[in-house]
């Protein structure tokens, strides 16, 4: 039974992935651990996915969100509506490779970023360690 939740779970995370399917507004809360070792969280929509197993979204480098990663990689990622709830645990890493940050560029953060050689736009690369899952009045846990 775990292995269908998590592949509804991968579905849904997919689905809300601005590159997975049709955007639909749908956002997902990122919590890290600030400089004074409190948690912080942040909403964001997810870029891309590949079901629960990673996840990436787009930040600035000047904000405070990637030196808080630098600080402290350890992260959780939440969906979560009245039909479900998608918490992951796992890592985060800054990326600015030129190459990832063009496959991960998509329309909606050309009014942020002059494009996807902007030197402020990178791409933040979260993957699952474990997870806890509630869709369909069903609920899995574990780790990956």
């Known amino acids: 039974m775990n292995q269908e939740i998590i592949k509804k779970a991968g579905e849904i995370v997919e689905k809300n992935a601005v590159q997975g399917g049709e955007y639909n507004g749908q956002i997902c809360v990122l919590s890290l651990i600030d400089a004074e070792g409190f948690p ?63 496959e991960m560029w998509y329309d909606g953060l050309s009014g942020h970023y002059n494009g996807p050689d902007d030197p402020n736009y990178c791409v933040l690369r979260f993957t699952t360690k474990r997870y806890k899952l509630f869709i369909d009045w069903q609920e899995a846990a574990g780790t990956l």
Do not use: Q
């Not at 942040?42 to 891309?48: A, D, E, F, G, R």
């Open 40 to 102: 912080t969280a942040s909403v964001l929509t997810p870029s891309k996915a590949d079901g629960i197993n990673w996840l990436t979204f787009a930040t600035g480098l000047e904000s405070n969100t990637p030196n808080r990663i630098k600080n402290c990689n350890r992260a959780s990622v939440c969906f979560g509506t009245d039909e479900h709830c998608i918490n992951l645990v796992g890592e985060i890493e800054v990326i600015t490779s030129d190459d990832v940050k063009r």
